[in-house]
């Protein structure tokens, strides 16, 4: 036997398609093949020996190749033994050393013409007993035959090798019971293992009875644990643990995109930065993004304190929207300045003239999670808007949107580390007092991702976007767009304050006497005039009209005539009872308040009243001169500051009809604006202090 690939010669036998035949004609590429019967056929070569049967009668198995990298993991005096076993196992089989000139003619007692090859296996092991070697013609059979069966790393002495096996001559039960275990604790909470090795004696004791499988020893437990729990984390974070869980089985899919916006992932994630909500009050944020996977821009990014159905929907608004240029921004940042097809793209969208360096990008094709805000049907109608496919992943399937995953990950380490007030990734990793230090606030912080998103990210080589033909050339995200956009051509989508009011969130509800009730706010005006009481004529939603809100703000409401066309924007019934806007977060933590302290169904008005005062109390700031109980607590503050920070936040915003005229002073509003002002005039209750104890006077008492 060789190693060497034989030849296929006219007269030899071979076997194809269950068949034996001879060949009897060797023509370039082709082989001309003929059964017993004298029949032929002319088979290419390499179809001939790409089949599975495919075999040269009489030829004899080939041995197998060897490799020296097989060897690598061996000591070196283990590998060059192995190698010395080869060469003696080589010329035994052929009668030549492998390292033989040409011409060099077969030592006679190695000559496979003239020696059988028991004779040669007795030549060889009287050659080595000659050398030193204390080895016998059994010894040189045995390793024959397993250099034919397995190689060169077969020679190896097996106590050097690796074991065979990766547990070795370990119980199979115990090693089905610790499985067990180590998947039991990849969804609850991390534990030691010695709870493993207690919780394997359990089940081995559940399914073979108590005593019927021996355990192994504390030391040999270790060593099985270890190599079956190695890569899951079982003792180690529980949030890892879970990840790697959820990881698919089996090779990751490569999606390939051609053109941008033909497949984008959204999803939200809280911000590791402290922001300034207002008066001082420290919070997190959520940033919610959307990233063009053929290019891997970053198409838009909101900072929002909670990231609602409605920031989801606003986010493809502001994909579909040019970024202008912002005060302070440096002249580099320009579109005109950039690698992008400024000219050609300024022939279709006039807005692009003072446009920012950052793609405008038509989605095609959307994937989130199935959080609450992307599943929403406010979310799932704005794609069905704007002709976007929506694509929902598995549950707890992380791995089907990567490419967000990793994003969300880079804007943490590229550029929320370098703002004060960075907590890091998890607690572990956060600082002390990083309340303290001067925090920027959400309107900024918006401002500057917006910056560093132009600046930065979009001019930044992606190691995703590699040049097939050239592996080591990256691409920025907006030379790929420029690459792409040759091909796959750009269309415009202009957005209306009818587009901005399609993307709120949608209610439906009746037209009432009074006007149109939303979240216990009555919403009224008289453009309702024509509607109050009648039917909306869509059936499948019992006849009643479609309402669109901004849970940012709860001053107006946008009703669809479905009679005709178009939207009526109707006001808040107690719109000028309170100063500023507020949205439902800072409504229902004062319901919620007004629960708590007793008060019988609050009604609107005292809602409304309590919000406004919420809302002075935090724009005033804590006193010093009131007392204890006059002081808003910390979750008052917060909630004010985040209500605050929404309604002052950047984007689109519908235009709002002008507020219905105050009434005068001695109108019946002065009555409910004295109820919201407070009741500073009222008397004050007499306070009775507690008397001093006194422990002789209470002796006496109970005699």
């Not at 033909?262 to 997190?284: H, N, Y």
Request: aromatic letters at 6%; one cysteine or more; a neutral charge.
């Amino acid at each position: 036997m060789s190693a060497r690939p034989g030849r296929l010669r006219l007269g030899d036998r071979v076997r194809f398609q269950e068949h034996t035949y001879t060949v009897v004609g060797l023509t370039g590429m082709q082989v001309r093949l003929a059964d017993t019967h004298g029949s032929g056929m002319l088979v290419d070569q390499v179809h001939l020996q790409a089949a599975g049967d495919f075999a040269v009668i009489g030829a004899g198995d080939r041995t197998a190749l060897a490799s020296a990298a097989l060897l690598e993991h061996l000591p070196e005096k283990v590998a060059e033994r192995a190698l010395w076993w080869q060469r003696h196992l080589v010329e035994l089989l052929t009668g030549l050393p492998p390292d033989a000139p040409a011409g060099t003619r077969p030592r006679p007692e190695y000559d496979p013409a003239n020696c059988s090859l028991a004779e040669r296996e007795r030549a060889k092991a009287a050659e080595l007993v000659a050398l030193g070697e204390e080895i016998t013609a059994r010894t040189v059979k045995r390793k024959r035959q397993r250099y034919e069966a397995g190689g060169i790393t077969a020679v190896v002495d097996r106590r050097l090798a690796p074991h065979a096996t990766l547990l070795g001559r370990a119980d199979p039960r115990v090693v089905a019971a610790i499985r067990q275990a180590i998947s039991e604790s990849i969804p609850a909470s991390t534990r030691t293992i010695e709870h493993a090795r207690w919780r394997t004696e359990r089940i081995l004791a559940a399914e073979h009875g108590e005593g019927t499988v021996e355990m192994p020893s504390r030391a040999t437990f270790y060593r099985i644990f270890d190599k079956l729990s190695h890569g899951v984390h079982v003792t180690g974070s529980a949030r890892t643990r879970r990840s790697l869980a959820d990881q698919p089985e089996g090779p990751f899919r490569y999606e390939s995109v051609a053109a941008p916006g033909e497949l984008m992932q959204i999803d939200s994630t809280p911000l590791d930065v402290l922001v300034r909500l207002d008066r001082g009050v420290p919070g997190r944020v959520e940033l919610t993004a959307l990233v063009d996977l053929a290019t891997r821009t970053i198409a838009a990014a909101v900072v929002r304190p909670t990231t609602k159905s409605v920031d989801a929907s606003l986010l493809l608004a502001r994909t579909l929207t040019p970024e202008p240029m912002r005060p302070g921004w440096v002249q580099a940042l320009a579109m005109s300045r950039s690698v992008l097809p400024h000219r050609r793209l300024l022939s279709l969208d006039e807005r692009l003239e003072h446009a920012a360096a950052r793609p405008v990008i038509i989605p095609e094709t959307i994937v989130c999670d199935r959080g609450k805000a992307f599943i929403s049907e406010n979310f799932r109608s704005s794609c069905r808007t704007l002709e976007i496919t929506f694509q929902p992943c598995h549950p707890r399937s992380p791995a089907e949107k990567p490419h967000i995953e990793r994003t969300l990950e880079s804007v943490a380490t590229m550029f929320c580390q370098f703002l004060p007030g960075h907590l890091g990734r998890t607690a572990e990793h956060r600082g002390r007092n990083v309340e303290d230090e001067p925090l920027w606030s959400m309107l900024e912080i918006q401002e500057l991702l917006d910056e560093w998103l132009v600046a930065k990210w979009q001019n930044r080589p992606h190691d995703g976007l590699r040049d097939p033909g050239v592996p080591g050339r990256t691409f920025t995200p907006n030379q790929k767009y420029a690459s792409l956009v040759e091909t796959a051509g750009y269309v415009p989508l202009a957005l209306s304050g009818d587009d901005y009011v399609e993307l709120l969130p949608a209610a439906w509800r009746a037209v009432n006497s009074y006007g149109v009730k939303v979240n216990n706010r009555i919403y009224d005006c008289p453009d309702l005039g024509s509607f109050r009481r009648q039917p909306s004529g869509v059936t499948r939603k019992r006849n009643l009209w479609e309402i669109h809100r901004d849970p940012y703000d709860a001053n107006w409401v946008w009703m669809r005539n479905h009679w005709e066309t178009g939207w009526i924007a109707i006001p808040w019934k107690h719109l000028g009872s309170v100063p500023q806007p507020f949205g439902d977060l800072a409504w229902d933590h004062a319901a919620a308040d007004l629960r708590r302290k007793g008060e019988p169904n609050p009604t609107e008005e005292e809602i409304a009243g309590a919000v406004a005062a919420l809302l002075i109390k935090a724009s005033q700031g804590p006193s010093n001169a009131d007392g204890p109980s006059t002081r808003m607590s910390k979750r008052d503050r917060r909630v004010a500051a985040r209500t605050r920070a929404a309604a002052e936040s950047p984007g689109l915003r519908p235009p709002q009809p002008e507020a219905p005229a105050r009434p005068d002073a001695d109108g019946p509003l002065a009555d409910d604006e004295e109820a919201v002002a407070g009741t500073d005039d009222e008397p004050i209750a007499k306070v009775i202090p507690l008397g001093v104890f006194d422990p002789f006077k209470e002796a006496d008492k109970r005699w």
